[in-house]
């Protein structure tokens, strides 16, 4: 990341809670988070800490009860909740660890989804989703439908969608938790380069040690809040830690 990149997201003093009563919990509690593009930014934390309620309010999927949230220079406070769905789905991608595939369809057509709610016509959708399928390693796996892959492999199918319509903020939870080391190398080489492509970020969520060495930038959290963020130097050696 160079130190003149723009900013991707920036969150200031978000708060998110579920529940009343004696049964709410508050998942953020006045967090602050900033991604530039042009990185490859992890999130990582103990489980329960907020980072998936992190980047669900950050992509608009998930109503925050405070703070300011700008994503690709667009205040998402002041849209309409239509509004933000639209930008969602011209701007967004989104790897979900559950992998979120249609089981009737095939895989091709699962990845061309994105195009064609976008208004792609269905061959060319369908042509760009059997060239990303190619990338990740399924290229002989269009026509088969999620039920008939292993875990790994749909969710290759589910990084593929989520890269069909390129979008300029990619937010990936726990991509590499079904894959071998080295399909999860392949698949990080690969969102590296969309993190690195001009006016694009990558936001992950992660467990995995295994990955560290690809971010830019590492911001950890602990109980709804941000414990700190790693950088250059003191970025090196956490990496060197986790080895």
């Not at 990582?44 to 980047?55: A, H, N, Q, R």
């Not at 595939?101 to 061309?112: A, Q």
């Not at 690969?190 to 830019?216: F, K, N, Q």
Request: neutral net charge.
């Amino acid at each position: 990341m160079k130190p003149e990149s723009k900013s991707a997201v920036t969150a200031s003093g978000v708060t998110k809670s579920f529940g009343v009563g004696d049964s709410r919990t508050v998942a953020l509690k006045g967090t602050d988070f900033h991604a530039a593009e042009g990185e490859l930014h992890l999130v990582v934390g103990p489980s329960g800490c907020g980072k998936t309620t992190l980047l669900s309010v950050v992509a608009g999927t998930l109503k925050w009860d405070a703070g300011d949230i700008q994503v690709l220079g667009t205040k998402l406070n002041g849209l309409s909740p239509s509004e933000i769905t639209a930008f969602r789905g011209e701007h967004i991608g989104f790897i979900f660890q559950q992998f979120n595939l249609i089981p009737t369809l095939s895989c091709v057509e699962n990845v061309s989804v994105p195009l064609l709610l976008n208004g792609t016509k269905r061959a060319a959708a369908e042509r760009k989703a059997a060239e990303l399928l190619e990338l990740v390693g399924l290229g002989d796996k269009g026509r088969k439908r999620p039920t008939e892959l292993s875990g790994g492999q749909q969710q290759r199918v589910a990084i593929a969608r989520a890269l069909s319509h390129e979008p300029r903020l990619l937010i990936c939870d726990e991509p590499t938790s079904a894959l071998d080391s080295e399909t999860g190398h392949q698949i990080m080489d690969l969102l590296s380069t969309a993190a690195r492509s001009p006016g694009r970020c990558v936001i992950i969520v992660t467990h995995d040690p295994r990955i560290y060495g690809y971010a830019d930038r590492i911001t950890a959290m602990e109980d709804g809040r941000l414990k700190h963020v790693l950088a250059g130097d003191p970025l090196k050696q956490f990496v060197q830690s986790h080895r």
